[in-house]
């Protein structure tokens, strides 16, 4: 994802309020609807929730207009990124949107949520509290746990989902996080992203058993149908009001990734191209909502095709608006990478100037740590950040990893890879 941030911003701006201001179609009709999920739930040591959901037209129009929204965009990311106009590593995310529209349609702006790489649609749909961009796989779920922790401390009754993939789930840390939340109860909500590749092994290959809603033990489960967005919704309020009460829970979204893991991978060496169109033909997030609406009487096949083409402007005109901005200066690479008692002043008691850190210096992270680290004179585990973390008396975020590469590269075990 890297470098996609601050220009991203700026790319989805006009996008928010603005796409639909202009239809004729009615967008606010909250009559309520009953649908049917595409599939049951499968509990694990837990009774699922009813296959019935309760819907409106506002909801199912807002869906299928934010999930239009999210295809194009990571359609464009791609071509952006083959332009060279965007650079790092770049993870999509089409095919799993529905994730993203229906866990937003469950929770309020105070729950938070933390996700690793794949993580574009996630910031667009929450647009609220999203700590995302870990690169370190799993390494997020322990720190959604202590989120958690301060919610259930702090006694807001909010809760965390904290996202991983199918490929994650193998992660010791998780089973360690899982078991302080449980023995806590903390409303934790741990929501394993299954599209059933890590990278380019499939999920039989690296997982005995693929069951990731059962890989809790005594935590419950259940299996949701992640294509589907008005499932996901529902699996999601079934579960905040279980992790409030009862503590953690593990939510498996069966979906799919229509692109290659990243940038470099074509996608297509590992996985047939007949599967990836059975499941664009069969399973499409977007044409099942697409479908409900029409069944519904909702809106004209003509009217939501209007949607796309207003969809495909908007982000046509926030392209050309990103391409004219100037890149922002470098010292914003580390704005709030550290914020005020929060670890910068233990990393300047390592250097030599003991008075308060300027805000150059809090700004210029690289050269605090550089400072900190000539001074030492013990080796230090660069490649794995741990054991510089643990002498600031902070958690080993990606944040730290990340730096650490920075500083030293060549030792970085996934330097070539990501
Ligand atoms: C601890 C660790 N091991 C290996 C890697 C290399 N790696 C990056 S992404 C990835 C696959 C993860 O797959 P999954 O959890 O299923 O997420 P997805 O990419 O499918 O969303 C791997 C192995 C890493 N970044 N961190
Ligand atoms: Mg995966």
Known sequence: MAQLTRRSVNLLKPFSASVFATRHLTTSDTTPITVETSLPFTGHKIEPPSRSVETTPKELLSFFRDMALMRRMEIAADSLYKAKLIRGFCHLYDGQEAVSVGMEAAITKKDCIITAYRDHCIFLGQGQWVLRGHGIVGAQVPLGCGLAFAQKYSKDENVTFAMYGDGAANQGQLFEALNMSALWDLPAILVCENNHYGMGTAEWRAAKSPAYYKRGDYAPGLKVDGMDALAVKQACKFAKEHALKNGPIILEMDTYRY????????????????????????????????????????????????????????????????????????SELFTNVYKKGFGVEILQSLGSDQSEPSDTQINNRELVVQNALSERSTPIDLAGGGSLARHQHVLPTATHRQQSCHVNRHQCPNNSRH
């Open 259 to 330: 692109h290659g893991h990243s940038m470099s991978d074509p996608g297509s060496t590992y996985r047939t191209r007949d599967e990836i169109s059975g499941i664009r033909q069969e399973r499409d997030p977007i044409e099942r909502i697409k479908k409900l609406i029409l069944s519904h009487d909702l809106a004209t096949e003509k009217e939501l095709k209007d949607y796309e083409k207003e969809v495909r402007k908007e982000v046509d005109e926030a392209i050309a608006k990103a391409k004219e901005c100037a890149l922002p200066d470098s």
